[in-house]
């Protein structure tokens, strides 16, 4: 079935894709492989494809061969903007209106009656970058290999995990594969769209198995040579990569099945610039039966500061990207430049929540730090110190309302209480909370004092590089609350370090932007601590239900009942019964008001050469899309 884009967490196979054997076509392949064919240093076209290779139809026309898109990445940590670009080549994947999972490694799939049992067809054929076959042992590899080892995963990622118990895998043949759980899994393919979940299909297991144990009985010698890491996981890692880290895109040796690889160093520390180039054995082909990806080369420099990619991108340098310049103030600059750079305005329709939400940290270090913050009436009382409507005015250009987190109006999960409570600017009322709740004294400066005397201060870190919006939405935050004696210090930090505190629970609040506007159920992660690397409010509840209960810290009642219904969530199949569930989510979160946030996201913007074809001028924005990998970057080509 299909269903319309806010209820997408949802949606089902539609359309079957298009497959039609690969003899069925006079196979047409780039001239520069063509060359490499011609040459005897690659093989024939026919032997590179799958026996039927996914067909895409393009969305303006079948296109043209050759040229190099330019992008930039911000920074040493950018990493997500290459995945965004090149993915996602995960077993399903979203269609490109983010309206429902289709097929993509896996050519097909059956579900067991119970829910519980999912059997993917692998494509017959499919070859990895360097010309070795996919096959069910790449998948056994990760399930019995990776996933089930304790000293790789001490904590399974959550996604593999029904029912207290890690997904289990069976090889049917050599194309077919069944992977098992203990109980219904009602969203188990939408999951695998979504860009973390690529790990069935992400390691080449005749590549990555030199740097596991169980194959390479020298991997411990290997390990005690590199002055990188200190156990096999990591040399695994730093070689193989992961699904959500730099080290993916390091390596130019190992195999992918994406439509370009790596070519040169790759995204190391200290890279200027990071080169693909196309991969000969990609498995799509267009109508024409022509072999995709078109273009040739994609070439990503690396910036250090938003500033510069905007630069770039008004002088006509980038050719197709919203990442790090999608902020609404720069419309107007785009769009006064947009003639000289020969480039048209991508219309990015906002999926996320909140531009920014303030996490407030449940589980801090500090015991003082950790009673006021938990104190309910204390976050009520910083909330209504916010005047949103400044800040909305003068950062986000007018565009927006004040809001709090959840699904946007428009969501069939719209959750009044969750979206607007306590967003009134009410001073008064927020000094009378704090004076209730204990913190009535202050010191010679206005400032209140916590019971230990220290000055009541926050100190907040944001990714000024990515975000600079935020630093000056905080600066008039801090004025505003100075107004009723609290105290706030501001640091822009680059994204590294960033996450490096608040994955060590180093923080008194995190800010970051609320996704879950239109994909409440792909993203919860505001509602219920289960995102180890977003969940800022508490960390150590996230690693408590990531371990069950080995690690981290015992959340409150009311987060173990959240936990326990997306659970339920998780297993049930039917879709009302599933969306119930988590209304119950949404009200309970509600009701402990454990974060807040500032402004209903707007939608954002980005840049496209007015050359560029295949191009949709108007695409989702979604970090669970990924945008704009969905549309299907190995279809753009430059008209002439």
Same mark, same amino acid.
């Given at each position: 079935?299909?269903?319309?884009?806010?209820?997408?967490?949802?949606?089902?196979?539609?359309?079957?894709?298009?497959?039609?054997?690969?003899?069925?076509?006079?196979?047409?392949?780039?001239?520069?492989?063509?060359?490499?064919?011609?040459?005897?240093?690659?093989?024939?076209?026919?032997?590179?494809?799958?026996?039927?290779?996914?067909?895409?139809?393009?969305?303006?026309?079948?296109?043209?061969?050759?040229?190099?898109?330019?992008?930039?990445?911000?920074?040493?940590?950018?990493?997500?903007?290459?995945?965004?670009?090149?993915?996602?080549? %995960? @077993?399903? #994947?979203? $269609?490109?209106?983010?309206?429902?999972?289709?097929?993509?490694? !896996?050519? *097909?799939?059956?579900?067991?009656?119970?829910?519980?049992?999912?059997?993917?067809?692998?494509?017959?054929?499919?070859?990895?970058?360097?010309?070795?076959?996919?096959?069910?042992?790449?998948?056994?590899?990760?399930?019995?290999?990776?996933?089930?080892?304790?000293?790789?995963?001490?904590?399974?990622?959550?996604?593999?995990?029904?029912?207290?118990?890690?997904?289990?895998?069976?090889?049917?043949?050599?194309?077919?594969?069944?992977?098992?759980?203990?109980?219904?899994?009602?969203?188990?393919?939408?999951?695998?769209?979504?860009?973390?979940?690529?790990?069935?299909?992400?390691?080449?297991?005749?590549?990555?198995?030199?740097?596991?144990?169980?194959?390479?009985?020298?991997?411990?010698?290997?390990?005690?040579?590199?002055?990188?890491?200190?156990?096999?996981? %990591? @040399?695994? #890692?730093? $070689?193989?990569?992961?699904?959500?880290?730099?080290?993916?895109? !390091?390596? *130019?040796?190992?195999?992918?099945?994406?439509?370009?690889?790596?070519?040169?160093?790759?995204?190391?520390?200290?890279?200027?610039?990071?080169?693909?180039?196309?991969?000969?054995?990609?498995?799509?082909?267009?109508?024409?039966?022509?072999?995709?990806?078109?273009?040739?080369?994609?070439?990503?420099?690396?910036?250090?500061?938003?500033?510069?990619?905007?630069?770039?991108?008004?002088?006509?340098?980038?050719?197709?990207?919203?990442?790090?310049?999608?902020?609404?103030?720069?419309?107007?600059?785009?769009?006064?430049?947009?003639?000289?750079?020969?480039?048209?305005?991508?219309?990015?329709?906002?999926?996320?929540?909140?531009?920014?939400?303030?996490?407030?940290?449940?589980?801090?270090?500090?015991?003082?730090?950790?009673?006021?913050?938990?104190?309910?009436?204390?976050?009520?009382?910083?909330?209504?110190?916010?005047?949103?409507?400044?800040?909305?005015?003068?950062?986000?250009?007018?565009?927006?309302?004040?809001?709090?987190?959840?699904?946007?109006?428009?969501?069939?999960?719209?959750?009044?209480?969750?979206?607007?409570?306590?967003?009134?600017?009410?001073?008064?009322?927020?000094?009378?909370?704090?004076?209730?709740?204990?913190?009535?004294?202050?010191?010679?400066?206005?400032?209140?004092?916590?019971?230990?005397?220290?000055?009541?201060?926050?100190?907040?870190?944001?990714?000024?590089?990515?975000?600079?919006?935020?630093?000056?939405?905080?600066?008039?935050?801090?004025?505003?609350?100075?107004?009723?004696?609290?105290?706030?210090?501001?640091?822009?930090?680059?994204?590294?370090?960033?996450?490096?505190?608040?994955?060590?629970?180093?923080?008194?609040?995190?800010?970051?932007?609320?996704?879950?506007?239109?994909?409440?159920?792909?993203?919860?992660?505001?509602?219920?601590?289960?995102?180890?690397?977003?969940?800022?409010?508490?960390?150590?509840?996230?690693?408590?239900?990531?371990?069950?209960?080995?690690?981290?810290?015992?959340?409150?009642?009311?987060?173990?009942?959240?936990?326990?219904?997306?659970?339920?969530?998780?297993?049930?199949?039917?879709?009302?019964?599933?969306?119930?569930?988590?209304?119950?989510?949404?009200?309970?979160?509600?009701?402990?008001?454990?974060?807040?946030?500032?402004?209903?996201?707007?939608?954002?913007?980005?840049?496209?050469?007015?050359?560029?074809?295949?191009?949709?001028?108007?695409?989702?924005?979604?970090?669970?899309?990924?945008?704009?990998?969905?549309?299907?970057?190995?279809?753009?080509?430059?008209?002439?």
């Amino acid at each position: 079935m299909t269903t319309k884009w806010p209820n997408a967490p949802f949606a089902m196979l539609a359309a079957g894709a298009i497959m039609l054997p690969a003899a069925a076509f006079a196979a047409n392949e780039a001239p520069t492989l063509a060359e490499q064919v011609a040459a005897g240093t690659l093989p024939p076209l026919e032997e590179r494809l799958p026996s039927q290779p996914e067909v895409v139809e393009p969305l303006e026309g079948v296109g043209t061969y050759g040229g190099t898109l330019r992008r930039v990445l911000g920074g040493s940590n950018d990493h997500n903007s290459i995945l965004r670009i090149v993915s996602p080549q %995960g @077993l399903t #994947r979203w $269609n490109p209106d983010f309206t429902a999972v289709i097929p993509n490694v !896996a050519e *097909s799939w059956t579900v067991n009656d119970e829910g519980s049992e999912f059997t993917f067809k692998l494509r017959e054929g499919m070859k990895w970058s360097d010309g070795q076959p996919l096959t069910a042992d790449d998948i056994m590899f990760y399930v019995d290999d990776l996933l089930h080892n304790d000293e790789f995963y001490p904590n399974p990622p959550a996604r593999y995990v029904v029912d207290g118990e890690v997904m289990t895998a069976e090889k049917v043949d050599d194309n077919t594969v069944t992977l098992k759980f203990a109980a219904p899994y009602g969203t188990f393919l939408t999951e695998l769209a979504t860009p973390l979940a690529q790990e069935p299909v992400l390691w080449a297991k005749h590549y990555c198995m030199q740097f596991h144990p169980t194959y390479n009985p020298d991997v411990q010698a290997m390990v005690d040579s590199s002055a990188a890491v200190e156990d096999w996981p %990591g @040399l695994f #890692r730093l $070689n193989c990569g992961e699904v959500e880290a730099p080290n993916r895109w !390091a390596n *130019s040796e190992r195999p992918t099945l994406d439509p370009w690889v790596v070519v040169g160093d790759g995204y190391d520390a200290g890279a200027t610039q990071v080169v693909m180039e196309r991969n000969p054995y990609f498995w799509q082909v267009d109508t024409a039966g022509n072999q995709l990806p078109y273009i040739d080369r994609l070439e990503m420099n690396v910036a250090q500061d938003n500033q510069t990619i905007v630069l770039e991108a008004i002088a006509g340098n980038i050719d197709m990207q919203r990442r790090r310049i999608d902020n609404l103030s720069n419309k107007p600059v785009f769009a006064e430049n947009a003639e000289n750079g020969e480039y048209e305005i991508l219309d990015m329709v906002n999926s996320s929540s909140n531009a920014m939400v303030l996490h407030m940290n449940h589980t801090h270090k500090d015991p003082v730090m950790r009673e006021l913050l938990r104190n309910k009436d204390v976050r009520i009382a910083l909330s209504l110190a916010i005047d949103r409507d400044e800040i909305i005015d003068i950062v986000y250009q007018g565009q927006g309302e004040p809001w709090q987190i959840g699904p946007r109006p428009t969501h069939p999960l719209y959750n009044e209480q969750l979206g607007r409570q306590h967003t009134e600017y009410d001073p008064d009322r927020a000094n009378e909370l704090l004076d209730a709740a204990g913190y009535a004294e202050r010191d010679d400066e206005g400032f209140r004092v916590l019971p230990d005397g220290r000055r009541m201060t926050f100190n907040v870190e944001y990714t000024g590089i990515e975000q600079p919006d935020w630093g000056d939405a905080l600066e008039i935050i801090g004025a505003q609350w100075e107004e009723i004696g609290v105290d706030l210090n501001i640091k822009s930090v680059e994204r590294s370090i960033y996450y490096s505190r608040g994955e060590a629970n180093e923080h008194d609040f995190m800010v970051w932007g609320a996704p879950g506007g239109l994909d409440p159920t792909l993203s919860p992660r505001d509602v219920i601590a289960v995102h180890p690397q977003a969940s800022w409010f508490a960390i150590p509840w996230t690693r408590w239900y990531l371990s069950g209960g080995a690690d981290g810290e015992e959340p409150t009642e009311s987060m173990k009942e959240r936990l326990a219904l997306y659970d339920a969530f998780k297993k049930e199949a039917d879709q009302d019964k599933a969306l119930d569930i988590f209304r119950q989510i949404h009200q309970m979160a509600a009701d402990e008001f454990e974060i807040f946030g500032v402004s209903l996201a707007p939608n954002l913007v980005g840049v496209v050469k007015t050359n560029l074809r295949n191009v949709p001028r108007q695409i989702p924005a979604s970090w669970m899309y990924p945008d704009p990998g969905p549309t299907l970057p190995q279809t753009y080509f430059y008209a002439e």
